[in-house]
């Protein structure tokens, strides 16, 4: 018989250790402790903050060496199988003995110290394995788990468009680190389809046409001239899971076989393209 995961009654007494350890070790006077837990796989990072009673902003402190032990069990005791488990969890603690926590499953953690190496990322699908429809893009472009029916991805510029025609993007900057060779491996990929002429930048109508009225693909993805455009020239963000593809590749771009852009333009005036 299969061991079960603990239930919320053993996650609750999991929390609870967690409180008491953070209640006697905060200095007194403390009025607010939040801690930060990251992880992926074996790599983890855990920052604290504590707020005094005299204090109008937190300090950041360093955390109780048996904080990030205590995460990863909860971590673990959280993990569904086929499911997977949380990458972030916040946990903050009011005096004397409230507290709550907040966790996502989904996003790539919003490291503030050292990545992940890459063996970490194909650690973390060993530990914790995933449906294929439930492992987020950023963590299968890391590891190839995308699905291999899938086929080649298009992005698009923007997330939709407003009333007035104007561009709306919801997405998490591009960090200012990459954003430049972000923007070599969108430009720089093969070019499969391209028009003589240019579009209006949509973001500054006045300036003359300049907006590429090209495809690339790097064999994967498929994303028009526009991507990378609009991020060189306005910081607009390309779709996150594309940033995460290109990140996990090491701003290499792959050769592209002939057969792999044929495909790109069936894609592309495909109807459903």
């Not at 996003?107 to 699908?125: F, I, M, Q, T």
């Not at 029916?149 to 009333?163: E, I, N, Q």
């Not at 070599?184 to 500054?204: E, G, H």
């Amino acid at each position: 018989m299969s061991e079960q995961p603990p239930g919320p009654a053993a996650q609750q007494r999991m929390l609870e250790r967690i409180t008491l350890l953070l209640a006697h070790a905060l200095p007194a006077g403390w009025e607010e402790s939040t801690v930060v837990h990251r992880a992926v796989g074996g790599h983890t990072e855990t920052l604290m903050q504590v707020r005094m009673v005299s204090q109008r902003f937190p300090t950041l402190v360093e955390p109780h060496p048996e904080l990030a032990g205590l995460f990863q069990e909860l971590r673990s005791a959280m993990y569904r199988p086929g499911v997977g488990t949380w990458f972030s969890a916040i946990f903050r603690l009011t005096f004397p003995f409230s507290f709550d926590a907040n966790y996502d499953n989904r996003e790539e953690p919003d490291w503030r110290d050292a990545r992940p190496p890459a063996a970490a990322y194909e650690e973390e699908l060993r530990l914790f394995p995933r449906e294929p429809g439930n492992v987020p893009g950023w963590l299968a472009a890391a590891t190839g788990a995308a699905e291999a029916d899938d086929g080649l991805r298009m992005a698009k510029p923007f997330d939709s468009m407003a009333p007035d025609g104007a561009p709306v993007v919801q997405r998490a900057p591009v960090p200012d680190g990459d954003r430049d060779a972000v923007v070599r491996y969108l430009q720089q990929a093969p070019i499969v389809l391209a028009a003589r002429s240019f579009d209006t930048d949509l973001l500054d109508p006045q300036r003359a046409s300049s907006v590429p009225l090209t495809y690339h693909t790097d064999g994967t993805w498929i994303w028009p001239g526009a991507v990378g455009y609009y991020l060189k020239k306005h910081g607009l963000p390309p779709e996150p899971d594309l940033v995460a593809h290109i990140r996990a590749a090491g701003f290499q771009l792959p050769e592209v076989s002939e057969d792999a852009r044929k495909e790109a333009v069936n894609v592309i005036t495909s109807p459903s393209g």
